[in-house]
């Protein structure tokens, strides 16, 4: 049981190139998540999805698109990315409203 | 607006005594709170949670404590050990409108337990 897989896991990228980091989970869960971990900040939310269709920003959603065809797959897209987006992305996804989430092991973006 | 508050970056304590981690809130919506550890170069994993309706709740050596009135929790580990050393982050959920729960996390405070 892989859990929550995220690829790539260090990526480096040049202002304004575009990307996609890739966030797959089999554990059947309906709800998954996306949040960056910045110093000094905690985790903050980007986007989430409540299932297959159905997305909505988080607390810092600018500069990011994200889709959800499948229960599995919640991919987060840069559209152009900027050195305001290095960071370390984290993908969670929870059975239930009250079910903790469960974290992928991140991927760490260098923009330049 | 920082919702969710861990006031201290870093903590120090010696092998065997008492860790107490802070975390203050300032959101009377927050029903549910949790704990997560997380270690370098991998994902935050769940510890420890509590329900708004509970002011205690314990997991071996891990115990929360709520305090309602004052917006406050606190994470006790009674003996604390070297493999505790990890990056602490509090979280709580959003229990109103259209939310989902979401999480609201702090900003994390790194525990180093010393031999």
């Known amino acids: 049981n892989a859990g929550v897989t995220q690829t790539p896991k260090f990526q480096v990228l040049k202002t304004g190139q575009s990307m996609t980091l890739q966030c797959a989970q089999d554990?059947?869960?309906?709800?998954m998540s996306w949040y960056r971990q910045d110093p000094g900040m905690g985790l903050r939310l980007i986007h989430y999805?409540?299932?297959?269709?159905?997305?909505d920003q988080g607390e810092v959603p600018n500069g990011y698109n994200v889709s959800r065809s499948t229960t599995e797959d919640f991919p987060l897209r840069l559209l152009s990315a900027a050195p305001s987006q290095t960071s370390v992305y984290f993908c969670a996804s929870r059975e239930t409203g009250y079910s903790p989430l469960h974290f992928g092991n991140g991927t760490r973006l260098t923009v330049t | 607006d920082q919702q969710v508050k861990q006031n201290s970056p870093s903590l120090s304590v010696q092998e065997g005594r008492i860790s107490i981690l802070n975390c203050d809130y300032t959101?009377?919506?927050?029903?549910?709170f949790l704990w997560y550890k997380k270690y370098p170069a991998e994902g935050p994993t769940f510890l420890i949670s509590i329900s708004s309706i509970k002011d205690k709740n314990e997991d071996g050596r891990f115990t929360v404590f709520l305090n309602k009135s004052a917006k406050h929790l606190s994470l006790h580990i009674v003996p604390s050990q070297p493999g505790d050393s990890a990056v602490y982050f509090c979280a709580a959920r959003y229990a109103g409108g259209t939310s989902y729960g979401k999480l609201t996390f702090g900003q994390g405070t790194i525990l180093t337990v010393h031999p």
């Open positions: 959101n009377s919506m927050f029903d549910y």
């Open positions: 999805s409540v299932g297959a269709g159905i997305t």
């Open positions: 554990m059947n869960h309906e709800y």
